[in-house]
């Protein structure tokens, strides 16, 4: 079993529940991951998934071990047939194979280029791993979607929400560097499996891949799409259409406590403030952003728990 996206999740409400069961007793499964190792790979800075992810091997018992590839390791060459005569000194299918020696289970964080957009759809980084590794794998966040932080966006309106059926809205805000779509996309496909009434605000040319949207409702004045929210959830990205580009950096998508109204507010973090999100509104009840990156945690050890059994 690997997790390398939302639609790995067969009955999300079912995952839900199973993960809350986790945090009410975190170290319940604690003989489940002995003398079992998870490798973590990161080709990108992190804190919260390089934390959490390994706090959630402690709590089963496993030894997490943890790398830095880029700067660290050898460049590694994804191409095939590659003559090897450049900057990168050891292929994808050597360096997976000796990495699954090591690891029960590997993971893997690898960001978009944005600028070749055939190469991030096709996911070469994760895809590669997951082709030549002998292991399971799991997405720590790639090109395209980080089904760890959907996950965790999941349980934590799960846990927040007083309606059975809660009003989701998922609005761009402006940022001054070009970012990846991997956390919108996982948000909507996770949104999209929950019972919950789910809009995105954008501005016109930024409209998330159509492929993930679907028939979610795309609104382009912010205003109008947060009439009645109970649940904001900020993330910036660069223009899908575009590809990677900066079209509109407009202030006005920044949010602001006037416009959140009685909704809380959610973020995967690290955010920009009074970029993203003023102060008052990160400084306030209203900012479920702690919570949100606590419950990293126990989205991971369910993900890591699910693996385990099926390798029993
Ligand atoms: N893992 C959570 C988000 C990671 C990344 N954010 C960033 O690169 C922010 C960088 C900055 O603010 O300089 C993203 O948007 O996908
Ligand atoms: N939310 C999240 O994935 O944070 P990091 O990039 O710090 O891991």
């Known amino acids: 079993m690997n997790y390398i996206s939302i639609q790995d999740i067969d009955d999300i409400n079912a995952w839900i529940e199973a993960a809350k069961a986790i945090k009410s007793n975190p170290l319940g499964d604690v003989e489940l991951g002995k ?28 030894n997490p071990i943890v790398m830095n590839v880029s700067g660290d390791a050898w460049g590694i060459e994804f191409g095939d047939g ?20 090591y690891c029960d289970i590997i993971a893997v964080r690898a960001f978009p280029t944005l600028t070749d957009k055939a190469k991030d759809e096709s996911e070469q980084v994760l895809n590669a ?28 309106i799960s846990e927040y929400t007083t309606k059975p059926r809660p009003k989701v809205v998922l ?33 016109e040319g930024y409209n998330l891949n159509p492929e993930i949207t679907k028939d979610t409702p795309i609104y382009h004045n912010q205003a109008e799409a947060f009439i ?3 649940f904001v959830y900020t993330k910036n ?10 079209k509109n950096t407009d202030p006005n998508w920044m949010i ?6 009685h909704a809380k507010f959610m973020h995967c973090l690290p955010v920009r403030r009074n970029v993203v999100v003023e102060d008052a509104v990160l400084d306030s009840d209203a900012s479920l952003v702690i919570q949100q990156a606590n419950n990293r945690t126990y989205a991971a050890q369910l993900v890591l728990k699910k693996i385990l059994e099926d390798l029993q």
């Open 35 to 62: 003398h079992k190792t998870l490798g973590l790979l990161f080709f990108n800075s992190s804190l919260r998934t390089r934390l959490s992810t390994q706090k959630a091997a402690l709590n089963l018992g496993m």
């Open 82 to 101: 590659t003559v090897m005569n450049g900057n990168t000194a050891e292929h994808i299918k050597e360096a997976a194979a000796v990495v699954s020696q």
């Open 129 to 156: 791993f997951a082709k030549y590794a002998s292991v399971p794998i799991v997405n720590m966040e790639s090109a395209t979607g980080h089904p760890l932080q959907g996950l965790t966006d999941a349980l934590t």
């Open 171 to 203: 609005s761009w805000a402006p940022h001054v560097k070009a970012l990846p779509h991997a956390v919108g996309n996982s948000f909507v496909e996770a949104m999209q499996k929950m019972d919950v009434e789910f809009v995105i605000a954008n501005p």
């Open 228 to 230: 009645g929210a109970d």
């Open 237 to 246: 990205w660069s223009s899908y259409e575009d590809y990677g580009q900066i």
């Open 256 to 261: 602001t406590n006037e416009k959140l109204g």
